[in-house]
């Protein structure tokens, strides 16, 4: 098919130890999925129905540079575990979710904070916040043949070496099985989905010049250098 205009590259994410890529149709996150972040966040750490938000594919980060971004003076980190889809659907049962899932990675959620700020108290959606370019960085995959699927162990982020957030992945509200069943009754999940699993208690503002380090056990290490 010819385009009037040139077709935009397909946004992908590395798989570690394949020469092939993973193509990434949507990217979902689901906020404050972690008891201790949604109390410091003012919210209920009950289980409400979970809520989710999207970046966009362009917004992935490959080569571990963040830059600072422009109409913000406060951006946040946020280290979450990616979950990748090797298929979808509508009204995935629990039980079936799990069969969805390719494999894991290491990602950032980075968020312009104060205009997510100012959206929250407008009633206006979040993408001003948390879309933005260059908003999402990511490790390769590893793919759950080869690790299974991480329930449990130990998520952090350091920042110039020192810890900021700390958890682990059983700490999670709402549990990736549950996370997938209940996207799918409000999406068509799709084969190349994403999804952002929620982040620990410990966000705070990064500077330019500050180097990130995040790490999910069982998955691997993200390092990021913002600029």
């Known amino acids: 098919m010819d385009f009037v205009i040139a077709q935009p590259a397909q946004a992908f994410v590395p798989v570690k130890g394949s020469v092939a890529a993973f193509p990434v149709h949507r990217i979902y996150c689901v906020g ?5 972040h949604a109390i410091e966040m003012g919210g209920d750490p009950d289980r409400d129905p979970p809520f989710f938000f999207q970046k966009n594919p362009d917004n992935l980060v ?3 540079a963040f830059p600072y971004p422009t109409a913000s003076n406060d951006v946040h980190h946020e280290i979450e575990m990616a979950v990748a889809l090797k298929s979808g659907g509508n009204d995935i049962p ?6 969805c899932v390719y494999g894991y990675g290491v990602a950032l959620d980075m968020t312009r904070r104060d205009l997510q700020g100012k959206a929250k108290d407008q009633g206006r959606p979040w993408e001003v916040g948390k879309a933005f370019e260059a908003s999402a960085p990511c490790t390769a995959l590893v793919p759950a043949s080869e690790i299974g699927h991480p329930s449990k162990g130990a998520i952090w ?10 958890g682990d992945l059983n700490q999670m509200i709402w549990k990736v099985p549950e996370m997938i069943s209940y996207l799918s009754g409000l999406f068509t999940l799709r084969a190349g989905d994403l999804i952002l699993s929620g982040t620990p208690s410990g966000v705070g503002a990064v500077n330019r010049g500050d180097r990130l ?3 999910i056990d069982g998955i691997g290490d993200l390092e990021v250098r913002v600029v």
Request: charged share 25%; net charge positive.
């Open 94 to 99: 629990l039980a079936k979710a799990m069969d």
């Open 157 to 166: 982020l350091d920042v110039n070496g020192q810890r900021k957030q700390t």
């Open 62 to 64: 490959l080569d571990g």
């Open 213 to 215: 380090h995040g790490h």
């Open 32 to 36: 404050r999925n972690y008891a201790a």
